[in-house]
């Protein structure tokens, strides 16, 4: 997210909570914002999506590593949730070996398109697809960068040893 967006302050805010589940009204995160939420908030479930994809406020909850899981129009609220999804990751010297089902399960918790988190990695989209694909797996350097991403956006995972 860029720095100064008017969704940054929620990033901040869900950043910041430690619950595994953030129940907010349309009204607090409007205060948190200092902004009004745009009208389709307000009547379209589809504005509150997890999709980053050309989504300012989708990549605010995304990157402070929760999703939207409900979504009241009427009551005007929305719940957060981080993901349970605890898939296992070996470690080697400290470092997460990374295989073709946990860099797809990190890029789709993330909401992200191979191109897409292939520019977040600096590596290009086909290196992306051929991790996924099993063709090859990262480096070292790149698992490590992987581990650092992956906690960034609250993507757990338990470590087998």
């Given at each position: 997210m860029k720095e100064g967006s008017k969704y940054q302050p929620v990033l901040e805010f869900l950043r910041g909570n430690?619950?595994?589940?953030?129940?907010?009204?349309f009204a607090?995160?409007?205060?948190?914002?200092?902004n009004p939420l745009p009208d389709s908030?307000?009547?379209?479930?589809?504005?509150?999506?997890?999709?980053?994809?050309?989504a300012l406020q989708a990549s605010a909850w995304m990157e402070a590593g929760y999703r939207v899981e409900d979504v009241d129009l009427d009551r005007q609220r929305v719940t957060f949730r981080k993901p349970t999804i605890k898939p296992k990751v070996p470690q080697v010297s400290n470092?997460?070996?990374?295989?073709?089902?946990l860099i797809k399960a990190l890029r789709l918790h993330m909401g992200l398109t191979q191109a897409e988190f292939a520019k977040q990695l600096g590596v290009r989209q086909?290196?992306?697809?051929?991790?996924?694909?099993?063709?090859?797996?990262?480096?070292?350097?790149?698992s490590k960068h992987l581990d650092l991403v992956a906690q960034t956006v609250g993507f757990t995972y338990e470590e087998r040893r």
């Open positions: 430690n619950q595994p589940e953030v129940l907010l009204t607090e995160i409007e205060a948190l914002m200092n908030a307000r009547s379209k479930r589809a504005w509150w999506s997890n999709r980053t994809k050309g470092t997460g070996v990374w295989n073709s089902e086909q290196t992306v697809s051929e991790w996924e694909n099993g063709v090859y797996e990262p480096t070292r350097s790149k």
